[in-house]
Nanobody
Framework: QVQLVESGGGLVQPGGSLRLSCVASGGILSLYAMSWYRQAPGKQRELVAHITNGDSKDYADSVRGRFTISRDNAKNTVYLQMNSLKPEDTAVYYC?????????????WGQGTQVTVSS
């Protein structure tokens, strides 16, 4: 199991930008597919962005064109660049790592970082 620590959250105004970081330890990052999820109060946790170990990317419709996921395997770090932030982006953002070995999947989660978009 890989350990994940998110950082970079905070309070920003609508239209602002923020970059989240997720640092992994205890594993080789290139072996993991990485995702960012978010959960707002009273809402289900939802997938925001995903990047495979082959560098293929997918985004939720609500963030496509505004958010960018990237990875730096040499630094064991995954990033989420968030631009044109909206109040509805307010949530706790979580980093997830998934390693697939044959038919087995091993998921690891970070502790989350709060993002608040408000004027």
């Amino acid at each position: 199991q890989v350990q994940l620590v998110e950082s970079g959250g905070g309070l920003v105004q609508p239209g602002g930008s923020l970059r989240l970081s997720c640092v992994a330890s205890g594993g080789i990052l290139s072996l993991y597919a990485m995702s960012w999820y978010r959960q707002a109060p009273g809402k289900q946790r939802e997938l925001v962005a995903h990047i495979t170990n082959g560098d293929s990317k997918d985004y939720a419709d609500s963030v496509r064109g505004r958010f960018t996921i990237s990875r730096d395997n040499a630094k064991n770090t995954v990033y989420l660049q968030m631009n044109s932030l909206k109040p509805e982006d307010t949530a706790v953002y979580y980093c997830k790592a998934r390693k697939t070995t044959g038919v087995y999947e091993d998921d690891s989660w970070g502790q989350g970082t709060q993002v608040t978009v408000s004027s």
